[in-house]
Nanobody, 122 residues
Framework: VQLQASGGGLVQAGGSLRLSCAAS????????MGWFRQAPGKERESVAA????????YYLDSVKGRFTISRDNAKNTMYLQMNSLKTEDTAVYYC????????????????WGQGTLVTVSS
């Protein structure tokens, strides 16, 4: 599966952005999907994940209540709605797919999209 992330940009603290991840190739609905981010000088971290039918979601503690992950299997697209953004959310955000219906925490995704930069200014 090929993944294409989009929707990043510059936003002021407290603002919102919605990231999209469009998939092509093999059946999108077969994959658990996730969003990762990597801030300058830091390791990449898992931000949110969603199972193949969208019934279960997982979030990094620091984004709980502010970010919402969702997917539309009919459109082969995953989303990350980011509200109440903070400067510490500044990072390159990547979408990824696991070869599994159910997200495996700490599991290695089999597929990655290119990153989209989110910059939150104070």
């Amino acid at each position: 599966v090929q993944l294409q992330a989009s929707g990043g940009g510059l936003v002021q603290a407290g603002g919102s952005l919605r990231l999209s991840c469009a998939a092509s190739g093999r059946s999108f609905s077969n994959y658990a999907m996730g969003w990762f981010r990597q801030a300058p000088g830091k390791e990449r971290e898992s931000v949110a994940a969603i199972n193949w039918m969208g019934g279960s979601t997982y979030y990094l503690d620091s984004v709980k209540g502010r970010f919402t992950i969702s997917r539309d299997n009919a459109k082969n697209t995953m989303y990350l709605q980011m509200n109440s953004l903070k400067t510490e959310d500044t990072a390159v955000y990547y979408c990824a797919a696991q070869n599994s219906h159910f997200w495996i925490p700490h599991g290695a995704p089999g597929y990655w999209g290119q990153g989209t930069l989110v910059t939150v200014s104070s």
